[in-house]
């Protein structure tokens, strides 16, 4: 061992000792020798001694542990021999074996060996270093030869632990990832599942980049990353909602949870564990039809609308859809039925849509659809029309027959830059209008903007006067035509506008119908026509045996408390309910046919009164009639402005009145403004009638001095 020693550099106490290139010298002292091949004697690591052809001179104890005593007489390039391999994948003859550059006086790598001895192998870490006689040359090396094994099965079994977690991370969560918390703060990716790749395109590459972390979320999201992020640091665990977002700019809803890993001596946090779920379904389709929601819908749109950048010479078409009668539908045959609907025609529109169109269902009773790339408008019309054809069909629903109408409207852009959703609102502009320009489509047009803009200001205004009770009631009178007699009022609403003064029902009863408001307007003239009523009862002879009749619309027949609210009214005023009479048009009545005579057979038997009111309009007046416990019936004016003529109206109107005796019912004819007129409708039998030949609408006062006095023929 002292010859050994004396081949060794006085500062090589290992096979780890930092290399300068050593010069071979005699120790000063024996005593230093011996310690020094004492050291060498106990060290762990293998050390051996090769002259300048790579033949083994001397090895300490650990060195014949490690490697064999018959690998020590065995040139290094032939250890292959002797069941050595390289891990590298390397033959063992190289001449870029550490020890044949260290031979060559080069900075030698090192060399991961493994050994088979049986069956156990050892792995083996081997360094070498040049030994330089004082003249400079190489005169051998010296090899150092450290025992691995136990630190790379730790290692491997570290990495299988890894894998096996990442593994069991991919089978219980749609997307994994691991993050390191570098000094500065930053984030940087360490892995991330196949998931990320397969939803968004972006590679452990792409995402390792500076800026690639963000780049996987919609820039919307950015800020609530950060915050997630930043609480995760903090040590909390922490959940978001996200978006993936994808080199083409589709987009996935994410639910994400994290948790800090912290260092055991520090408690700051140094990686980031993170686990989501995809919730894409569940936020961007609509449960009830299984179709895109609004959001998904203006989700593809925006990436339809950035694809035309790269195709200016096409643009895309939306399809709005306003389904009329759902609100029918719930109340006749209950909500049940109602979503039986909704997925009957979400069916329809699937299945009538080329492949690459969108059908959304985007809220209550309204659809949209989106052809992405057109290069003429007709397209979009006639694809309009086919769907407008095909959602009308007759359907049966709980047994009934129902023909179902629709609102349809089309808005085309082909500005990259627009926003999706006053895409979709300009269709439904257009869908909105389509019923008043008798149309079955209607394109958007801007003007159409400033109209609907209009509309809103009426119907906030509107919405003020119902809570204020802005609405006064006019009454004109209904006369006996044999007698010129008065016998009744008809209660006509106005509305007292704050800016605009009266108004007119025109001017308001078609969006107080469109908005449900005509309910709370119809009751507030139904309790003021009551309330004036019974003050006359109380004060003047002849209101003993005058009625009142009020106006009900489909909406208020649709109420399912219109009987209590009829019942509360005329006992709040002690009325009795034969001078109630209401007055129904035949349109309201086909809105629902079965709950109207429902309602009508209720309000007879506690002795209202009942009119048809604009008879003669309708398409099924007769029907009706036999149908409906009615008390009278109401001759449309159209029919008596040209009775003077006595020509088809004329025959009209009488064939009008034989049926009304043949069911006695009373009849009354609207819209008398001549002599002529009131002589003709005399002559024809006529029982009633009401018209500015005998009197305007008037304030309640002026009703009653008119009630006062008396008709001069």
Request: net charge negative; charged share 25%.
């Amino acid at each position: 061992m002292a010859a050994f020693c004396r081949l060794l550099p006085r500062r090589a106490l290992g096979a780890a000792a930092c290399y300068r290139p050593p010069v071979l010298t005699t120790p000063r002292t024996s005593s230093r020798e011996e310690l020094l091949a004492a050291l060498v004697e106990q060290a762990s690591d293998g050390l051996l001694a090769v002259d300048a052809e790579g033949h083994c001179q001397l090895a300490n104890p650990a060195a014949r542990r490690l490697l064999g005593a018959d690998v020590l007489a065995t040139p290094p390039h032939r250890w292959g021999e002797h069941g050595f391999v390289r891990l590298d994948g390397v033959d063992l003859v190289s001449a870029d074996l550490p020890l044949a550059q260290a031979l060559e006086g080069r900075e030698p790598d090192e060399l991961i060996l493994r050994r088979i001895a049986g069956e156990r192998h050892f792995d083996l870490r081997m360094r070498a270093r040049p030994l330089l006689s004082e003249e400079g040359g190489v005169e051998g090396a010296l090899l150092g030869v450290r025992d691995i094994t136990d630190q790379r099965r730790k290692v491997e079994q570290l990495t299988r632990e890894a894998q096996r977690y990442r593994t069991l991370t991919e089978l219980v969560s749609d997307y994994a990832y691991e993050l390191e918390v570098q000094p500065s703060g930053q984030l940087r990716p360490l892995w991330i599942t196949d998931a990320f790749v397969t939803a968004t395109g972006f590679t452990m590459d792409d995402v390792s980049q500076e800026g690639g972390l963000a780049a996987l979320f919609h820039p919307a999201d950015h800020h609530a990353l950060a915050q997630h992020f930043a609480a995760v640091q903090r040590g909390e665990e922490h959940a978001a909602e996200l978006r993936l977002q994808s080199r083409h700019a589709e987009v996935r809803w994410i639910q994400a949870r994290a948790r800090p890993v912290a260092d055991p001596e520090t408690g700051a946090t140094t990686r980031i564990l993170g686990a989501a779920r995809d919730v894409t379904d569940e936020r961007l389709l609509d449960p009830l039809t299984g179709l895109p929601n609004l959001p998904a819908f203006l989700d593809r749109v925006t990436v339809a609308l950035r694809r035309l950048a790269r195709h200016q010479e096409l643009q895309l078409a939306v399809l709005h859809f306003g389904l009329e009668r759902l609100h029918e539908v719930n109340e006749s045959y209950g909500f049940l039925a109602g979503d039986h609907l909704l997925r009957e025609v979400a069916g329809r529109l699937q299945s009538s849509l080329e492949p690459g169109d969108t059908v959304a269902h985007v809220r209550g009773d309204e659809f949209a659809v989106l052809l992405a790339e057109i290069e003429h408008p007709s397209e979009a019309l006639k694809t309009a029309s086919r769907l407008l054809d095909t959602l009308t069909r007759p359907w049966t629903l709980a047994g009934h027959r129902l023909d179902p109408r629709a609102r349809l409207g089309v808005a085309f852009s082909s500005d990259s830059t627009a926003p999706a959703i006053e895409i979709l609102r300009s269709a439904q502009t257009a869908g909105s209008r389509s019923g008043d320009l008798g149309a079955r489509v209607a394109v958007y047009d801007p003007a159409m903007q400033a109209e609907a803009a209009a509309r809103l200001d009426r119907e906030a205004d509107l919405r003020a006067s119902v809570e204020r009770e802005e609405f006064p009631v006019l009454l004109q009178p209904v006369v006996d035509l044999a007698g010129l007699e008065v016998v009744g009022f008809e209660a006509l609403a106005r509305w007292q506008h704050p800016r605009e003064g009266l108004l007119g029902a025109n001017d308001f009863i078609p969006v107080a119908e469109e908005t449900g408001l005509i309910v709370q307007i119809g009751e507030q003239v139904l309790r003021q026509s009551c309330a004036t009523l019974a003050k006359w009862r109380a004060s003047h002879e002849r209101a003993e045996h005058v009625s009142v009749a009020v106006n009900v619309s489909a909406r208020q027949l649709a109420d399912l408390d219109l009987v209590g609210k009829i019942e509360a009214a005329l006992s709040d005023h002690q009325l009795p309910p034969d001078r109630l009479r209401l007055e129904i048009t035949e349109s309201s009545l086909m809105e629902d046919p079965d709950g109207a005579e429902l309602t009508f057979q209720r309000l007879r038997q506690r002795g209202v009164k009942l009119s048809l009111d604009d008879f003669g309009t309708g398409h099924s007046s007769l029907s009706y009639v036999r149908r409906f416990p009615i008390d009278a019936l109401k001759v449309d004016r159209s029919f008596v402005s040209e009775l003077a003529t006595e020509g088809a109206d004329a025959g009209i109107v009488e064939t009008i009145l034989a049926l009304a005796r043949h069911l006695g019912l009373t009849v009354v004819a609207e819209g008398v403004e001549t002599r002529e007129q009131l002589t003709f409708l005399r002559r024809l039998g006529c029982d009633q009638g009401q018209g500015y030949y005998f009197a305007k609408p008037m304030p309640a006062k002026e009703a009653l001095y008119f009630l006062s006095g008396e008709i001069e023929e």
